[in-house]
Every structure is written in C-alpha cells, then in structure tokens.
Nanobody, 118 residues
Framework: VQLVESGGGLVQAGGSLRLSCAAS????????AGWYRQTPGKQREPVAS???????NYANSVKGRFTISRDNAKNTVYLEMNSLKPEDTAVYYC?????????????WGQGTQVTVSS
C-alpha cells in the first residue's frame, strides 16, 4: 500500500495550489483522511480533514481559503489552497485510513513542500 502526495511547489502570495494524495495497492478504499503541515522546529499540525461521509473540518487559519475533497473512485484526496500566504509555507502531509481487506490502517504520505513567497 502506498500513499503519495503531489502538487506542491513555489507560488506567490495570493496564488493557488492543488495538492493530491493518492492511495494505491491492494486496497478497498479510504475511510477518513486529512492533511497536515509541518515547519522546521514545530509540531505537525492538522489543516483539514474529511470523513467517510464527506463531512469536513478545517483549522481556523485556513477556513475560507482551503477546501478538502475526495474522489472515492480514484482513492484520492485533494486539498485546494487559495489566497495562499507566506505563513502557509510548510511540508504538507496526507494521512488516510485505508481499507485493506477486512481491516483499516493509518498511513502517512512522504510529504510535499509548499513554499509561498511574499
């Protein structure tokens, strides 16, 4: 089982990026999933999450700017980031509860760097 993020990069303040998190392997699907971010010397913090039924939650710092969504057919979770600010600069990680047979396991992706220049 693999969980792979993509879509990070360098963008100017006010710009947008779309992150993807794709699960692959012998899996049945994804239950809940979330995006986290981490900067050097700080703890990893939650950014957004989405439940199996589609309900979402966001950190106060990104509400109204970021949108988490999912495509169950593609086993992929997205994070649309708009109106980016320099303080959004971080490594973004995806975490997902992936169904494998009769069980579900938590997996982390390798992270993708997002850099917002002022």
């Amino acid at each position: 089982v693999q969980l792979v993020e993509s879509g990070g990069g360098l963008v100017q303040a006010g710009g947008s990026l779309r992150l993807s998190c794709a699960a692959s392997g012998s899996i049945s699907g994804i239950n809940a999933a979330g995006w986290y971010r981490q900067t050097p010397g700080k703890q990893r913090e939650p950014v957004a999450s989405i439940r199996t039924g589609g309900s979402t939650n966001y950190a106060n710092s990104v509400k109204g700017r970021f949108t988490i969504s999912r495509d169950n057919a593609k086993n992929t979770v997205y994070l649309e980031m708009n109106s980016l600010k320099p303080e959004d600069t971080a490594v973004y990680y995806c975490n997902a509860e992936i169904r494998v047979g009769d069980y579900a396991y938590s997996y982390w992706g390798q992270g993708t760097q997002v850099t917002v220049s002022s």
